[in-house]
């Protein structure tokens, strides 16, 4: 298995969650420059700090950066690749707080979901410049294949990510497209929740799913950098979900 290093890797949503552990992981694979990119300017210099410290503290030589970025403005997309040039690999994991529901709710509400999980995700990869034997993966979800109650605008956005992958395959190769599945994988999110509240999801999530835990950051985050470094996988999604899909 090949490394990624001497290679550029940038993460869109890289500050927290899935995101900034996908940066992590591209550290400890080698990456010799990992640029974080979010809308928050505090985020950005925050997730530079910690991950920094951290490639320090492992003696990791790849170097941090990062850079904010509104990913809904396709002049700023546009403006940001234009000046970061030819890289290797970027990962899109951006999402806003997910909003549930269908039958009672204004469905107007619920289009910024799409916005920030497709469209933006799309412009993205319409923008990059990748380098030869390079990957642009994206993020979908577990709920297009096993959605919940109240979740029928988040599965289909991940269903359209599924599809969009196989797509984008197509249309950019030989520059590999693919996505992560991700299940039930608690982050910093999560802590919007009440605690009692968001204690009691995690402990029956946990007893649903067959490997008994829900899932951490670090963990989905190997699935990323597999899809960065085999060079023999375009256009799939990997489901990483406990079990979900089978519970």
Request: hydrophobic fraction near 45%; aromatic fraction near 6%; charged fraction near 20%.
């Amino acid at each position: 298995m090949t490394s990624l290093k001497n290679q550029t890797v940038v993460v869109v949503g890289g500050t927290s969650g899935i995101g900034f552990a996908v940066a992590l992981a591209s550290l400890h694979a080698q990456a010799s420059h990992v640029i974080v990119v979010s809308s928050t300017t505090d985020k950005v210099s925050d997730a530079v700090k910690r991950l920094t410290a951290i490639a320090t503290e492992h003696r990791l030589n790849g170097t941090v950066t990062g850079s904010n970025l509104d990913v809904g403005s396709a002049e700023d997309v546009k403006k940001f690749f234009k000046k970061i040039g030819e890289i290797d690999h970027v990962v899109y994991t951006s999402g806003d707080a997910l909003k549930l529901g269908f039958k009672d709710v204004d469905l107007g509400t619920l289009k910024e979901t799409f916005d920030v999980r497709f469209w933006s995700a799309a412009l993205v990869a319409q923008q990059a410049q990748i380098k030869a034997g390079g990957s642009i993966t994206l993020t979908g979800g577990v709920a297009s294949i096993k959605p919940p109650v109240d979740w029928p605008i988040i599965a289909g956005v991940s269903g359209a990510i599924d599809s969009l992958v196989r797509g984008l395959a197509v249309d950019l190769a030989p520059v590999r497209v693919n996505s992560v599945s991700p299940g039930a994988i608690v982050t910093e999110s999560w802590d919007r929740m009440p605690s009692h509240f968001k204690d009691k999801l995690v402990a029956d999530l946990s007893e649903k799913l067959l490997v008994k835990h829900v899932g951490q950051p670090a963990e989905i985050a190997d699935a990323y950098v597999f899809l960065m470094k085999c060079g023999f996988i375009t256009g799939e999604t990997i489901s990483v979900n406990g079990g979900h899909t089978l519970s």
